[in-house]
């Protein structure tokens, strides 16, 4: 069975300092890999993903992240965090060829001016 | 535009009661899936359904049920049978077996008083 952990439940970071949210997973088999990020009362939207190709996606907003299948962790990174970065953020797998998705505990990334 | 659309935003129901959550997607995604979300736990899948008139318990089924008559509807109704039924539920829907990225809905916060 598929799962997701997020071991950082909350992430203070100033503004204009680099952040990263990690994230590991466990498969027996190949799996897809996503970031989504959660506004406070508002559904998930997605970050970015990697189904296949380079290891390193990135989003439009800056952020990127790095699937590494070694160590089985996708986590995710910012150089620069802005004050409108705050938000949870969440880490999602999918076995490739089924239809569940599992979602990580959540990381709340907080931006302090 | 294309998307899922819940309703109430906000629901209050006195204890005992049942409710029922809706759901709706103008995407044309055969798969659609009800999430529970409280505070420091992530996203708990409950059911999901790939296909019109068929559906799946997930990991935390009971105490809620579904149906699915119509590709586009899929409501979650939260039995009195559902022991702490206060969260905020989210819907999403994907087209397609694994790897595709999930469209969530802006999510109902239920209360139970």
């Known amino acids: 069975a598929q799962s997701v952990t997020q071991l950082d439940s909350q992430v203070p970071v100033f503004e204009e300092a680099p952040v990263e949210l990690r994230c590991n997973y466990s498969?027996?088999?190949?799996?897809?890999l996503f970031w989504y990020v959660q506004y406070p009362n508002q559904g998930l939207q997605l970050l970015l993903k990697?189904?296949?190709?380079?290891?390193l996606v990135e989003s439009i907003n800056g952020f990127e992240a790095e699937f590494n299948k070694s160590q089985t962790s996708f986590h995710l990174r910012k150089p620069s965090v802005h004050i409108s970065d705050t938000a949870e953020y969440f880490c999602a797998v999918s076995e490739i060829g089924y239809q569940k998705v599992t979602f990580g505990t959540g990381t709340k990334l907080q931006v302090i001016p | 535009d294309g998307g899922i659309t819940q309703s109430p935003k906000y629901l209050f129901r006195k204890e005992g009661q049942n409710v029922t959550l809706s759901c709706e997607q103008n995407?044309?995604?055969?798969?659609m899936y009800w999430y529970r979300q409280d505070p420091g736990q992530g996203l708990r899948l409950i059911y999901y359904s790939q296909i019109v008139n068929d559906f799946q318990k997930g990991d935390i089924a009971e105490g809620y049920s579904v149906s699915r008559e119509k590709k586009e509807s899929f409501p979650l109704t939260v039995t009195s049978a559902q022991k702490n039924p206060t969260a905020f539920y989210l819907c999403a829907s994907t087209q397609g077996v694994g790897g595709v990225e999930a469209f969530f809905g802006q999510g109902t916060r239920l209360t139970v008083v």
């Open positions: 990697y189904l296949s190709g380079s290891t």
């Open positions: 995407l044309n995604h055969d798969a």
């Open positions: 498969s027996s088999v190949s799996v897809y």
